[in-house]
């Protein structure tokens, strides 16, 4: 065997150990997240398939929030984890003072469209009728939340990035137990309170992002952490800087934007198939964040880990660890596939209050994810956790949002437009895009080329 492929499958202690430390509380708290959604379906479900399939594509918009600022996010923390690796504080503060620009803007502009355009919006994800008039309802208080989610998502990414992923898991859970209760509270008025069903749930969001906020924001302070970020660090940094980091961030946010606005569409063809194909879609929904926890604990711990290595200038560290990430989340997918079809029986159960028809096609649809899951994370793991951390954002890009849109969006247009397929078919189809993603990301994953160090960022035109 050679030395390289050794290597490979032989990890030194230090280098488990820093995997653990990260990935676990990134892991867990995506596990307390993903419980707690499942918890919130299950208690909207007690109000009806008509209720539970509202706040289902309500969450669309939400969804489509959430991913802008995650590539705001995911790409200021390429430069974070790589200047952390330098241990270059006033660098994070500089990209913070960016990032927070961005996260405010978008959230701005989406609490106008919740709160301004609510009927128009709900109107592309489903029909007329009580299911549309709850979403709206929804959406219009649930947007309340987006600010504190935009302030909220900078510090947790500086935490984690920093070595401090255990505080941003505290948050997390902080603000999901926050939600759960409070949902518990005004769904159906319990201690007191009045029953307020579905504007009940988009209130106890808007009370869990503002306590997550507080936890994080609390400690990064009360414990002087890099991203304490004084006034004078809000200034704009350097022509220089700024560009740089618009060069690498940018892409990223229209990386996440173009393509959760080709998964949003997905949507809006689920929805032609009416409330069960869009209830068996959301029960799939939470099952998968259930399920997939660990494996996005890693792919985020490979990235910050990359990203170290390359901000250190260990160039050939980081090609290691892209490779044994690689193949840990492989095999990971592959064993959390097979769970995924083994207990999905067992789980759905928990989902008794929804219609028959729903649950079985839910089942189908369980049995086609738990398949395609390694090919899924293949993608997964070389674009966020490996050409990203390489700050490889515009082929990324390219890539990714490409993908859905000259692959996905028309398949699933097809088999619903065309072949006139079930709520099964359809998903089915939108897995094409995977495939193909594969057959264009490897080759850019084995070339190397995807390693760029970006610490010289405002010390050159062009990082």
Known sequence: M????????HWERDFGRTLVRVAL?????????????????????????AHYAAVTQAGRYSF??????????????????????KKDVQGIRKVMSLCWRITVGLALLFMLGALLLPRPIMSLFLQEGESRELAIEYISWGGLNYLFASIDIVFSNTLRATGKPVVAMTAGIAGILTNTLANYTLIYGHFGFP???????????????AVSLAVNVGYTYKRRQPGAIRMRDMRMPGK?????????????????????????????????????????????????QLMTVLLFGVVNAASIMIGNSIGAGDRDRAILTSRRMLLAVEGLAAVTGVLLIVLSAPILSFFNRLSPETLDKAAIILLIAGCMLPFRFFNTINIVGVLR??????????????????????????????????????????????????CVGLPRFLSNKWINNLTTIGKEAAP
Not at 196 to 208: E, P, Q, R
Not at 269 to 286: L, S
Request: proline residues 2%; negative net charge; contains cysteine.
């Open 2 to 9: 050679k030395e390289s492929t050794r290597k490979m499958f």
């Open 25 to 49: 509380p990134i892991a867990l708290q995506n596990l307390v997240a993903a419980s707690a959604h499942i918890v919130d379906g299950l208690m909207v479900a007690g109000l009806g398939d």
């Open 64 to 85: 489509l929030f959430q991913l802008f600022l995650f590539g705001a996010a995911s790409g200021s923390s390429i430069f974070i984890s790589q200047f952390w690796g």
């Open 195 to 209: 029953a307020l069903g579905v504007k009940g749930a988009a209130m106890a969001t808007v009370l869990a992002a």
């Open 240 to 288: 220089s800087f700024t560009l740089g980091y618009i060069k690498r961030v940018l892409p990223v946010v229209v990386n996440e934007g173009m393509w959760s606005l080709g998964v949003t569409t997905y949507a809006v063809f689920y929805g032609m198939r009416g409330d069960t194909a869009v209830n068996a879609i959301g029960v799939y929904n939470n099952v998968d």
């Open 389 to 438: 951390a390489g700050g490889d954002t515009i082929f990324s890009m390219i890539l990714d949002a490409g993908s859905v849109w000259i692959i996905g969006v028309p398949c699933v247009a097809l088999a619903t437009v065309a072949l006139g397929l079930p709520i099964e078919g359809i998903f089915l189809f939108s897995f094409i895009e995977e495939l193909f993603k594969i």
